[in-house]
């Protein structure tokens, strides 16, 4: 079985910094794809960047990357030029490689931009 | 983007009704629609798998009998929390598998249970 965990449960940064997410998880398969799901109060699941295992290049998008260490089963997110906007709860979540699989969520992170 | 759907965002019943709540793809077929369920500030929790023409595959600990799912097509599926009591108050999330060529899952927004 599959486990994902996020041991930061609140983090806060200013407007315009940069702050970094942890995750880690914990599997025996190959062939996976990781996640990082935000959850503004409205409580809509926005996928905010995708990581395919098989990709040694970090996942970028905009603002957001991640560093993904195949190794050491770590896959934290980097949110730079914080915005008020990115205020959220993040899921870091772990799917297997198979059409149709399920995906793990880790606990969460509540992040809060602070002005 | 693939949208989900889901009715009612909000519902209150009395205890000992049963309540349905849709899940429903809009834009394109989905065979795998997955049912989480969500208490305040905690994670996301996979109740069901559901895939169309089949039953549900439930997840330990989950009542199959209380928690009725039905995939009648290709982009609906439907959760009915029969005898609802109280403590099934929570934040019921569906989402749907985009298909073989897609390793993505798109969620619904979500429906608010509360059970009076």
């Known amino acids: 079985a599959q486990t994902v965990t996020q041991s930061q449960p609140e983090m806060s940064v200013q407007e315009a910094e940069t702050v970094t997410l942890s995750c880690t998880y914990d599997t025996s398969e190959s062939n996976y794809y990781l996640f990082w799901y935000k959850q503004p109060p409205s409580r809509q699941m926005i996928l905010v960047i995708r990581?395919?295992?098989?990709?040694?290049q970090n996942a970028t998008e905009n603002r957001f990357s991640v560093n993904f260490q195949k190794a050491a089963k770590s896959f934290s997110l980097k949110i730079s030029d914080s915005q008020l906007g990115d205020t959220a709860m993040y899921f870091c979540?772990?799917?297997?490689?198979?059409?149709?699989?399920?995906?793990?969520f880790g606990e969460g992170t509540q992040l809060t931009v602070n002005p | 983007g693939a949208v989900v759907s889901q009715h009612p965002s909000w519902v209150i019943c009395k205890s000992g009704t049963s309540v349905k709540i849709e899940c429903r793809s809009l834009d394109f077929q989905a065979t795998t629609m997955f049912w989480y369920r969500q208490f305040p500030k905690q994670s996301l929790m996979l109740m069901a798998t559901?895939?169309?023409?089949?039953?549900?595959?439930?997840e330990q600990g989950v009542e199959k009998d209380k928690f009725l799912i039905n995939h009648a097509s290709l982009t609906l599926s439907t959760l009915t929390v029969t005898s609802a009591h109280p403590e099934d108050s929570s934040f019921y999330i569906c989402s749907a598998w985009g298909g073989a060529r897609s390793y993505e899952q798109y969620f619904g927004p979500g429906t608010r249970l509360t059970v009076t």
């Open positions: 979540a772990f799917m297997k490689g198979t059409s149709g699989s399920r995906l793990t």
């Open positions: 990581q395919e295992a098989y990709k040694q």
């Open positions: 559901s895939n169309e023409g089949s039953k549900a595959t439930y």
